[in-house]
């Protein structure tokens, strides 16, 4: 018994010092970062690189963000984590910097502070934006609603609503890029990945006074407060298939995600509107630019190859608004779906394709006929409208806008305008109580 004894207490005492040396590595992998301006201390695991653990939340090329905790736990923030090993990346993060003070809106995501300093293992300079932690993208939205096998009867009598509520949250991130369009610049990258959703139902001031106490620094040359968005390729937990669970958004139900906030985020790719192509070595710099920051799905004819002479402006934005409201509707942009039938269940869903150049400036995809609502029709007239080939002829933010609020304003007339017998069709002794006064 005492070798046994002697031989048990030998494999505890090893299995101590490994749990001992694993929690000593674990609480060296995160740092401590100070937001000396707000006096803010934040928790973050900087060696995760694993989704599935839900630190690591999106990923680019000079940066990464991870999931932060206030020091005593109580709130959760997402930390973008920028390298500045170039005075490439130094002047990115600067002119970003830059786009942050310029812009405030509603439906813009805030920076709340930043904060540099220098990284142990690269030994380079890093800056820390941080921001308010939102549970999904709009990526999220469409992938647990529109594309989801029974998305067709869970709305069932409910299309009218749902449109409503769609051209609603389409209203509000048009108004978010129209802040930007009217200063003269662009965002370039236009996408349900670059569009948060707030799921709280919590103003953002009532969120940072949870435990900032005072507000970000405004920029020496603005009035207006500091916003900003992860810059990269962002995560969607819908997406990889199986962190739908991890974030909760698998018991989001469809209204919870209608009454959703969008908030446009990733203002690091946002540059001066207008750009006059005038030789050939400009129109290639555009072309390598917009390859670089735009997705091809959401990108605008003419980025691909701006012809010579033409001054480019704020419409290019408009084209990847156009393929959004699409994919707001249908579940992806026009140039990476077509429509196919599924003859045996009867129904018609999107697949995804491959998009190309030659796929941009092909025609919108249509659903057939015998498919298609009045929401459909309605949703194809107004896209079509939006996604004019000719820059020149496309319309204005302001255009959209006035015609999208047009088309809410006759969905509110219709959806008030209800049957007089509706309410009598509801009851049953409603009902018995009409066939026994004709019967007298």
């Given at each position: 018994m005492s070798v046994i004894s002697w031989f048990l207490h030998g494999i505890r005492s090893v299995c101590e010092a490994l749990s001992q040396l694993l929690l000593r590595g674990g609480s060296r992998s995160r740092n401590i970062i100070v937001f000396r301006e707000i006096g803010?201390?934040?928790?973050?695991?900087?060696?995760?690189?694993?989704?599935?653990s839900g630190d690591v939340l999106g990923?680019?090329?000079?940066?990464?963000?991870?999931?932060?905790?206030?020091?005593?736990?109580?709130?959760?923030?997402?930390?973008?984590?920028?390298?500045?090993q170039s005075e490439e990346f130094e002047r990115a993060y600067r002119e970003e910097v830059a786009a942050f003070g310029r812009f405030s809106h509603p439906n813009i995501i805030r920076l709340i502070a930043y904060q540099e300093d220098i990284d142990s293992v690269r030994k380079c300079r890093v800056s820390y934006l941080l921001f308010r932690l939102m549970r999904a993208s709009l990526r999220d939205q469409?992938?647990?609603?529109?594309?989801?096998?029974?998305?067709?009867?869970?709305?069932?009598?409910?299309?009218?609503?749902r449109l409503q509520r769609?051209?609603?949250?389409?209203?509000?991130?048009?108004?978010?890029?129209?802040?930007?369009?009217?200063?003269?610049?662009?965002?370039?990258?236009?996408?349900?990945?670059?569009?948060?959703?707030?799921l709280s139902r919590q103003s953002e001031e009532e969120d940072v006074s949870l435990s900032v106490g005072k507000r970000v620094r405004r920029?020496?040359?603005s009035d207006v407060e500091m916003a900003t968005g992860s810059k990269g390729r962002t995560?969607?937990?819908?997406?990889?298939?199986?962190?739908?669970?991890?974030?909760?958004?698998?018991?989001?139900?469809?209204?919870?995600?209608?009454?959703?906030?969008?908030?446009?985020?990733?203002?690091?790719?946002?540059?001066?509107?207008?750009?006059?192509?005038?030789?050939r070595a400009v129109s290639l710099r555009v072309a390598d630019e917009a390859a670089s920051f735009c997705t091809i799905s959401y990108r605008a004819p003419e980025l691909f190859d701006p012809p010579n002479g033409v001054?480019?402006?704020?419409?290019?934005?408009?084209?990847?608004?156009?393929?959004?409201?699409?994919?707001?509707?249908?579940?992806?942009?026009?140039?990476?779906?077509?429509?196919?039938i599924d003859e045996r269940a009867g129904t018609c869903r999107t697949r995804v394709v491959e998009c190309s150049y030659s796929r941009v400036l092909s025609k919108i995809p249509k659903k057939p006929d015998n498919f298609c609502t009045p929401e459909d029709n309605r949703v194809a007239s107004l896209v079509e409208w939006v996604l004019e080939p000719d820059f020149n002829a496309r319309p204005h933010t302001a255009d959209v806008l006035q015609r999208v609020q047009h088309e809410l304003d006759i969905l509110k007339s219709l959806s008030t305008c209800r049957n007089p017998f509706e309410g009598i069709k509801s009851s049953k002794y409603a009902i018995m109580c009409v066939f026994f006064m004709l019967y007298i």
């Open positions: 803010l201390k934040v928790e973050c695991n900087e060696r995760a690189t694993d989704a599935l990923e680019g090329a000079f940066s990464t963000v991870i999931r932060g905790y206030e020091n005593s736990g109580r709130q959760a923030y997402a930390v973008k984590k920028i390298f500045l469409l992938n647990n609603t529109v594309l989801t096998s029974n998305w067709s009867s869970v709305c069932r009598g409910t299309s009218l609503r769609m051209l609603q949250q389409f209203l509000d991130i048009c108004q978010a890029f129209q802040v930007l369009h009217q200063a003269d610049y662009v965002h370039q990258d236009v996408k349900p990945e670059n569009i948060l959703i707030d920029s020496a040359d995560r969607s937990p819908t997406a990889d298939g199986d962190l739908s669970s991890l974030y909760g958004l698998d018991k989001v139900s469809g209204l919870d995600w209608a009454e959703g906030k969008l908030l446009l985020t990733d203002l690091g790719s946002v540059r001066p509107a207008k750009i006059h192509i005038s030789s001054t480019l402006d704020s419409r290019t934005d408009v084209w990847g608004l156009g393929c959004l409201l699409f994919a707001m509707h249908y579940g992806y942009s026009p140039f990476e779906c077509e429509f196919s």
